[in-house]
């Protein structure tokens, strides 16, 4: 059965079509896609994250279940609010999912994970939680919504109660804190987000979530939609789980060596996380294939699954989009790896030329160098 966010009327009510994601009932746009995405590009949009799945760890050995279950190094974590992207392996390196972790308490930690991962997940933490004597616990009374653009920040301001309105002005990049919005409702208010742009992501109590949103609203932000948060999310570099990565795919093969840390702080030695072993053999014997940005300049859409033809071999287009910013099609490819010339994709029959670039594709609403 098609589950539903505590917004699903609220969206209804405002005419947006809708898919089923992950399992989820979700909006996938309002009207526009196009406009939407400009909306965030541009001044402030809003999105329901609530099919997203929020999980407090908790207990005296979190820290150190968290260095065996993250690849990357939650020790970076020293201050509580401080949250950290990085990727869940199994044995073979493959990526179960990729989350963010938020520091709270030395005995209390936040993951959030997502919608289409939940079930595996959740199964995977708490079998590897038990050894550890750590409490899992997921927070379905939680609803998230995600604002974001260059006017983003200040509209949530404007909603915080005026004592802790300073203090969340201050959070610097993927920092979290707890404050207070309309009517004193409890919102957990982080710095981070899905889009390239600034904003933050809001948890929120249920219960309050429809009154938040119609908050947003009328202090003028945008609702958008799946659609808009694809391309957006694409334009600005981000991996989509289940495009881009998989369990069948390594980090190294992902574009996501930045987010595993092999290096010892010398305190753990050899930090043991899960996949460890598989990505050391695979980084010494050569990793096969690489993800790399790349562009279509002839008109065409780059999409999901096209063959891309290379002199080594095929490789596929993961995610491509026809870039409302750009006005052209981006995506990403998995190719053989250093093969960054002579590209071509395959669209119906015909094979068109496609140029490596370094990603992300737009940065501060603008076309990054070379693309």
Same mark, same amino acid.
């Given at each position: 059965?098609?589950?539903?966010?505590?917004?699903?009327?609220?969206?209804?009510?405002?005419?947006?079509?809708?898919?089923?994601?992950?399992?989820?009932?979700?909006?996938?746009?309002?009207?526009?896609?196009?406009?939407?995405? @400009?909306?965030?590009?541009?001044?402030?949009?809003?999105?329901?994250?609530?099919?997203?799945?929020?999980?407090?760890?908790?207990?005296?050995?979190?820290?150190?279940? =968290?260095?065996? =279950?993250?690849?990357?190094?939650?020790?970076?974590?020293?201050?509580?609010?401080?949250?950290?992207?990085?990727?869940? =392996?199994?044995?073979?390196?493959?990526?179960?999912?990729?989350?963010?972790?938020?520091?709270?308490?030395?005995?209390?930690?936040?993951?959030?994970?997502?919608?289409?991962?939940?079930?595996?997940?959740?199964?995977?933490?708490?079998?590897?939680?038990?050894?550890?004597?750590?409490?899992?616990?997921?927070?379905?009374?939680?609803?998230?919504?995600?604002?974001?653009?260059?006017?983003?920040?200040?509209?949530?301001?404007?909603?915080?109660?005026?004592?802790?309105?300073?203090?969340? /002005?201050?959070?610097?990049?993927?920092?979290?804190?707890?404050?207070? +919005?309309?009517?004193?409702?409890?919102?957990?208010?982080?710095?981070? +987000?899905?889009?390239? /742009?600034?904003?933050?992501?809001?948890?929120?109590?249920?219960?309050?979530?429809?009154?938040?949103?119609?908050?947003?609203?009328?202090?003028?932000?945008?609702?958008?939609?799946?659609?808009?948060?694809?391309?957006?999310?694409?334009?600005?570099?981000?991996?989509?789980?289940?495009?881009?990565?998989?369990?069948?795919?390594?980090?190294?093969?992902?574009?996501?060596?930045?987010?595993?840390?092999?290096?010892?702080?010398?305190?753990?030695?050899?930090?043991?996380?899960?996949?460890?072993?598989?990505?050391?053999?695979?980084?010494?014997? +050569?990793?096969?294939?690489?993800?790399?940005?790349?562009?279509?300049?002839?008109?065409?859409?780059?999409?999901?699954?096209?063959?891309?033809?290379?002199?080594?071999?095929?490789?596929?287009? =993961?995610?491509?989009?026809?870039?409302?910013?750009?006005?052209?099609?981006?995506?990403?490819?998995?190719?053989?790896?250093?093969? @960054?010339?002579?590209?071509?994709?395959?669209?119906?029959?015909? /094979?068109?030329?496609?140029?490596?670039?370094?990603?992300?594709?737009?940065?501060?609403?603008?076309?990054?160098?070379?693309?």
């Amino acid at each position: 059965m098609t589950r539903q966010t505590i917004l699903n009327a609220t969206h209804r009510a405002a005419g947006a079509k809708m898919v089923d994601f992950g399992g989820w009932d979700m909006p996938l746009n309002y009207g526009s896609q196009i406009e939407e995405h @400009h909306a965030v590009r541009r001044d402030a949009g809003m999105f329901d994250v609530s099919h997203m799945t929020v999980v407090d760890l908790r207990g005296a050995r979190c820290r150190e279940f =968290l260095r065996h =279950l993250l690849a990357n190094d939650i020790d970076k974590l020293k201050k509580p609010g401080k949250a950290l992207y990085g990727c869940m =392996l199994n044995e073979r390196g493959g990526v179960i999912d990729d989350l963010i972790t938020y520091f709270l308490a030395e005995d209390w930690f936040r993951v959030v994970v997502n919608a289409a991962t939940r079930d595996k997940d959740l199964a995977w933490i708490e079998k590897q939680a038990s050894a550890f004597g750590v409490k899992v616990t997921e927070r379905p009374e939680l609803a998230m919504i995600a604002v974001q653009g260059p006017h983003a920040r200040a509209k949530v301001l404007a909603l915080l109660d005026a004592g802790d309105r300073e203090r969340v /002005e201050k959070l610097g990049k993927f920092v979290a804190a707890e404050a207070h +919005g309309p009517d004193g409702m409890p919102l957990f208010v982080a710095r981070t +987000g899905y889009t390239g /742009e600034d904003g933050f992501e809001i948890i929120v109590p249920e219960a309050h979530a429809v009154a938040l949103w119609n908050a947003l609203a009328a202090a003028g932000v945008h609702p958008a939609g799946l659609g808009a948060r694809d391309t957006l999310r694409l334009e600005a570099g981000m991996n989509l789980y289940g495009q881009d990565m998989t369990e069948d795919v390594t980090p190294w093969e992902a574009g996501l060596a930045w987010t595993v840390s092999l290096e010892s702080d010398g305190q753990f030695p050899g930090r043991d996380f899960i996949g460890r072993a598989a990505l050391e053999k695979q980084k010494q014997d +050569g990793v096969p294939r690489e993800l790399i940005g790349v562009v279509l300049d002839d008109k065409g859409v780059l999409r999901h699954g096209q063959r891309v033809v290379t002199g080594k071999g095929d490789g596929e287009i =993961l995610s491509g989009i026809f870039s409302p910013t750009l006005g052209k099609a981006i995506g990403f490819a998995r190719v053989p790896a250093g093969v @960054h010339d002579g590209l071509k994709v395959d669209i119906r029959g015909r /094979e068109l030329p496609l140029r490596m670039v370094k990603y992300p594709f737009v940065r501060d609403g603008k076309a990054c160098e070379g693309v």
